[in-house]
């Protein structure tokens, strides 16, 4: 991982390594032998013109913002500057390091169409715009916590995956949702580096799924979601680490078979299915007992991210598993 300085608040995080480190390792030696070095100027990817031209457009949702917020999910803790929350981000499609937000830019997020394939009786393609319009918007402030010991406290705007999940009318067999986000190479340079398992996945149980909590978010801060936060549609499970909150998704499918997702495959031993945030749980290289909040101080971690009241009747019967890697 680059070190980047700048934020009084990353000086402390010389400790805390990424899930960046063990990949950039294995990624170094493949690229040593394809003859190339990644240089550490070209891991950002450049802004384009297709970026410059997606500025001038107007997005076709933004006269839905804001929403009414639901008060049931308000955090006590401030809400992270928007700056913050905007511009230190994880989406590795766009390189592996926090400053992707110019280069997202790039993605394009119109026509959108996601595709609900799989174990049920309603297989569709839905244009997103169709599907936004068509669900009944609320914002909710959730503490996001990444397993990389910082976190944030955002206003998301979105619905319940659960109205995603009554369109599509899962069988009986459906135990796993699995979701993807949009492959495409030519505006999501990191999809060219062939060591990573693209597309990015991830997958939860029918019962995470529809617990009131997962929601699907198209916004942010009472704006559309700019595309470095996940845009058109990303989803926010906020008692598990942020990685499990998949961004840019295309496909939603329904499968009997546990999926192993995207971090998973790379490294299972530090990334597992089922991630809920434990402070007591170490990371195999790091402890998870404090988190850095983007805008404020360092603070506690709490069990499941302290949504324990809403999740965790989920988990009662499933003590033999590991639920919090
Ligand atoms: N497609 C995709 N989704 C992703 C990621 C990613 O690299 N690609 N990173 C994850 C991680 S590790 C975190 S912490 C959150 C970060 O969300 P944010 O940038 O909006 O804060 O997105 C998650 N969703
Ligand atoms: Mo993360």
């Given at each position: 991982?680059?070190?980047?300085?700048?934020?009084?608040?990353?000086?402390?995080?010389?400790e805390?390594?990424?899930?960046?480190?063990?990949?950039?390792?294995?990624?170094?030696?493949?690229?040593?032998?394809?003859?190339?070095?990644?240089?550490?100027?070209?891991?950002?990817?450049?802004?384009?013109?297709?970026?410059?031209?997606?500025?001038?457009?107007?997005?076709?949702?933004?006269?839905?913002?804001?929403?009414?917020?639901?008060?049931?999910?308000?955090?006590?803790?401030?809400?992270?500057?928007?700056?913050?929350?905007?511009?230190?981000?994880?989406?590795?499609?766009?390189?592996?390091?926090?400053?992707i937000?110019?280069?997202?830019?790039?993605?394009?997020?119109?026509?959108?169409?996601?595709?609900?394939?799989?174990?049920?009786?309603?297989?569709?393609?839905?244009?997103?715009?169709?599907?936004?319009?068509?669900?009944?918007?609320?914002?909710?402030?959730?503490?996001?916590?990444?397993?990389?010991?910082?976190?944030?406290?955002?206003?998301?705007?979105?619905?319940?995956?659960?109205?995603?999940?009554?369109?599509?009318?899962?069988?009986?067999?459906?135990?796993?949702?699995?979701m993807?986000?949009?492959?495409?190479?030519?505006?999501?340079?990191?999809?060219?580096?062939?060591?990573?398992?693209?597309?990015?996945?991830?997958?939860?149980?029918?019962?995470?799924?529809?617990?009131?909590?997962s929601?699907?978010?198209?916004?942010?801060?009472?704006?559309?979601?700019?595309?470095?936060?996940?845009?058109?549609?990303?989803?926010?499970?906020?008692?598990?680490?942020?990685?499990?909150?998949?961004?840019?998704?295309?496909?939603?499918?329904f499968?009997?078979?546990?999926?192993?997702?995207?971090?998973?495959?790379?490294?299972?031993?530090?990334?597992?299915?089922?991630?809920?945030?434990?402070?007591?749980?170490?990371?195999?290289r790091?402890?998870?007992?404090?988190?850095?909040?983007?805008?404020?101080?360092?603070v506690?971690?709490?069990?499941?991210?302290?949504?324990?009241?809403?999740?965790?009747d989920?988990?009662?019967?499933?003590?033999?598993?590991?639920?919090?890697?």
């Amino acid at each position: 991982m680059l070190i980047k300085r700048g934020r009084d608040w990353e000086i402390n995080q010389r400790e805390v390594t990424d899930e960046a480190l063990f990949l950039n390792r294995r990624s170094f030696i493949k690229s040593i032998t394809a003859g190339a070095i990644l240089a550490p100027s070209m891991v950002g990817f450049g802004s384009s013109a297709n970026a410059k031209k997606k500025k001038m457009e107007i997005d076709p949702t933004a006269s839905l913002y804001p929403v009414r917020r639901n008060d049931r999910y308000t955090v006590k803790r401030a809400i992270s500057d928007e700056y913050d929350a905007t511009t230190y981000n994880n989406f590795y499609e766009f390189g592996s390091h926090k400053s992707i937000y110019r280069a997202a830019e790039a993605l394009k997020t119109r026509p959108w169409t996601i595709s609900i394939d799989g174990l049920v009786e309603k297989k569709q393609l839905i244009d997103f715009d169709k599907l936004i319009n068509s669900m009944p918007l609320e914002e909710r402030v959730y503490r996001h916590r990444c397993v990389e010991a910082w976190s944030m406290i955002v206003p998301w705007t979105g619905f319940p995956l659960a109205r995603l999940m009554e369109l599509a009318k899962p069988l009986s067999s459906a135990k796993f949702l699995v979701m993807e986000t949009m492959m495409d190479p030519e505006t999501m340079p990191g999809q060219k580096q062939h060591w990573y398992p693209w597309p990015y996945s991830e997958g939860l149980t029918i019962e995470e799924a529809k617990n009131e909590l997962s929601f699907l978010v198209t916004g942010v801060y009472g704006k559309p979601l700019p595309n470095q936060m996940g845009a058109p549609l990303r989803l926010a499970v906020p008692w598990k680490y942020g990685f499990k909150s998949i961004k840019s998704i295309t496909r939603f499918s329904f499968t009997n078979k546990r999926p192993v997702s995207f971090w998973e495959r790379i490294q299972p031993k530090e990334y597992g299915f089922w991630a809920n945030v434990n402070p007591e749980v170490r990371h195999p290289r790091w402890s998870q007992a404090t988190e850095r909040t983007l805008s404020g101080p360092r603070v506690p971690t709490q069990l499941y991210n302290g949504y324990t009241e809403f999740v965790a009747d989920i988990y009662k019967n499933l003590s033999s598993e590991k639920l919090f890697m």
